[in-house]
């Protein structure tokens, strides 16, 4: 029996016009939506983020999934480039991750080796995607995670150390045999998780000067006696009124504190 192949053939489409004021208003609107709104209940941490996108949409992403029996599923990404682009390929890693949601908590590694190939897949060569991406158990206060290629996330203890979550593997969507080790961190009653995109720290004020891990720091410290969903608007605050409310680059913040009780 003879095989038969089929050709696949790409046609480039005719140049289309730059989107109107109202549709990028209608497409910050639907990107907007696609941010979590509400999050999972947990009885030992208590967690919130912002998300100010530095034009109408961009590509930074974050998350908060929820994966029952009190574990929450945590990811914070960072995609190449500004605007339409990057807010396109933001939505295509949303959804990966949530379709994708159940093998969170059996397998991380396994589950970022799809997503890696899915954007290798469907990207440009010269895109790629940071990503912080964590289980947090609510029994054990444990957290699993991988990082990949992200700002590490700041660990700020009780009793005012600070360690970091340094890379456990490189960006998504560059090299097709790719793979990353996980890693743990416990945390422990007043202990507080600080994850953020490069656009907070790099965010600069009419001087030039960035607004720096050591700011952050200082924010989170003095606000100590805050819930977190003050401290998350605050921090938003402060780093608009920093930048002069023109950022550079879309900046996210998460912040995660472990509650005293048990």
Same mark, same amino acid.
């Given at each position: 029996m003879q095989a038969h192949s089929t050709l696949i053939e790409t046609v480039k489409a005719?140049?289309?016009?730059?989107?109107s004021a109202g549709e990028m208003d209608l497409a910050r609107e639907v990107q907007m939506r696609l941010l979590r709104r509400s999050v999972p209940a947990l009885d030992?941490?208590? $967690?919130? =983020? /912002? $998300?100010?996108?530095? %034009?109408?949409?961009g590509g930074d992403y974050y998350d908060f999934i929820h994966l =029952?029996? +009190?574990?929450? =599923?945590?990811?914070? =990404?960072?995609?190449? +480039?500004? +605007?339409?682009?990057?807010?396109?390929?933001?939505?295509?890693?949303?959804?990966?991750l949530r379709? %994708?949601?159940?093998?969170?908590? %059996?397998?991380?590694?396994r589950l970022l080796r799809s997503v890696n190939r899915l954007f290798c897949e469907c990207t440009a060569e010269t895109n790629f995607a940071t990503l912080f991406l964590g289980e947090y158990d609510d029994r054990t206060r444990v957290l699993? $995670?991988?990082n990949c290629g992200h700002n590490p996330p700041l660990v700020i203890r009780h009793n005012l150390e600070v360690g970091r979550l340094e890379s456990t593997g490189t960006v998504l969507g560059i090299?097709?045999?790719?793979? /990353?080790s996980l890693s743990e961190v416990a945390l422990a009653g007043g202990d507080t998780l600080l994850m953020f995109t490069d656009g907070v720290t790099e965010a600069e004020n009419s001087l030039g000067e960035e607004f720096g891990e050591e700011r952050l720091l200082d924010l989170v410290?003095? /606000?100590? #006696?805050?819930?977190?969903?003050?401290?998350? #608007?605050?921090?938003?605050?402060?780093? #608009?009124?920093?930048? +002069?409310? #023109?950022?550079?680059?879309?900046?996210?913040?998460l912040v995660a504190r472990c509650t005293e009780s048990s």
């Open positions: 005719p140049d289309a016009p730059w989107p030992t941490l208590e $967690y919130g =983020g /912002c $998300y100010l996108p530095a %034009h109408s949409i =029952g029996l +009190g574990r929450v =599923g945590i990811a914070l =990404g960072d995609i190449s +480039g500004k +605007g339409v682009p990057a807010a396109i390929m933001m939505a295509s890693l949303q959804a990966i379709s %994708h949601s159940a093998s969170l908590s %059996h397998d991380i590694a699993r $995670y991988a090299f097709r045999d790719w793979n /990353c410290n003095r /606000c100590r #006696r805050l819930t977190v969903s003050q401290l998350v #608007r605050d921090a938003a605050a402060a780093l #608009r009124q920093f930048s +002069g409310q #023109r950022l550079i680059d879309d900046a996210t913040l």
